[in-house]
């Protein structure tokens, strides 16, 4: 993916160490989603999270999986992101967003797609 945000110019502002940039993708279509976050899995971003349901999450997990993305590189996708708290309105998902990006940045985070969280969720829903 080459778009505006690889100009050097664009890339002169960014930090050299990617692991301490945040890459939060949205966009009006998938497609350009999942090209997004493998741009920015590909740059190193430290945080890499998608706006979308859990069924586009599953989606863009199994296509980053067909492409042979190594399982450490998927595990650090954050979609849906943002912090539950039952966001439903634009301004409900934003505070669920920057919530997420404060508790990222406060080193207070795990991968939505790992193990861990995967078996909390079957026992939630068993409970």
Known sequence: MLADHDDPEVMAGM???LGEAAA???THDHGLD???IEWALARGFGYV???GSRAKAARTRARLEAKGMPESDVARVRMPVG???GARTPAEISVALAAELVAW???R???RWSPVVAAQAGEEQAG
């Open 83 to 85: 912090v539950d708290i």
């Open 105 to 107: 940045r406060a080193g």
């Open 34 to 36: 999942q090209a997004a």
């Open 24 to 26: 939060l993708v949205m």
């Open 49 to 51: 999270g998608g706006v």
């Open 15 to 17: 930090p050299r160490d």
């Open 109 to 111: 985070q795990r991968a």
